[in-house]
Structure formats: structure tokens, C-alpha cells
Nanobody, 115 residues
């Protein structure tokens, strides 16, 4: 079974940067979009960013200008560049592949931003 494998999380000081990566362990047919979500302690999972197969992007309003999503279709991978990180960005970040027949989710990677 194909899995999404995330990497790049960790501990960073406020104002710092991190780059998250997510790649599929095998081939996935007809991926329409790839995205990132996050879940902070005690809160619901929320949308972060999304990129379509054609390269169109959209972001949560509060994150525009600080986060950038990109993808490598050949590698079935998606990335999230996070700059000017704030303590409120602390969460578990999950990648998502929205394929024609199925949604795939990563296991999550912890991002902790210290003040």
C-alpha cells in the first residue's frame, strides 16, 4: 500500500525557517492536488496550502506571504517552505494527496517554534 512519508519537521526559534517534504512510497494514479494541513494541540486540523497538478496554489489567508508550497510531479512529492515562523505555527503538519479515487495522508511531522 502506498504511503506518504514526511520529513523536515523539528524545533526552530521564532523567525526561523523550515522546509517540509512529503513523498509517496509508490506511484499514485491521477493526483489532482497535493496539500498541507496542520493540527495544533487541542485544536482541529486546519488547511495550510494546496497545489494542483497544473501548479495553481492557494493558502490559508493567515499564512500568505510566509509559506510557499511547491511540488515535483516526477517524484510525486510536495514541499512546504515556511519562513518567519511564529510560536503559533507550532503543530503537527500533515501532507495530503488528493487522487481521483482516494485521499492519502501522511503520518504527520512535528513543527515546534520557540519564542
Amino acid at each position: 500500500q502506498v504511503q506518504l512519508v514526511e520529513s523536515g519537521g523539528g524545533l526552530v526559534q521564532a523567525g526561523g525557517s523550515l522546509r517540509l517534504s512529503c513523498a509517496a512510497s509508490g506511484s499514485i494514479f491521477a493526483i489532482a492536488a497535493m496539500g498541507w494541513y496542520r493540527q495544533a494541540p487541542g485544536k482541529q486540523r486546519e488547511f495550510v496550502a494546496r497545489i494542483t497538478s497544473g501548479g495553481s496554489t492557494n493558502y490559508a489567508d493567515s499564512l500568505k506571504g510566509r509559506f510557499t508550497i511547491s511540488r515535483d510531479n516526477a517524484k510525486n512529492a510536495v514541499y512546504l517552505q515556511m519562513n518567519s515562523l511564529k510560536p503559533e505555527d507550532t503543530a503537527v503538519y500533515y501532507c495530503n494527496f488528493n487522487a481521483i479515487y482516494k485521499d492519502y495522508w501522511g503520518q504527520g511531522t512535528q513543527v515546534t517554534v520557540s519564542s
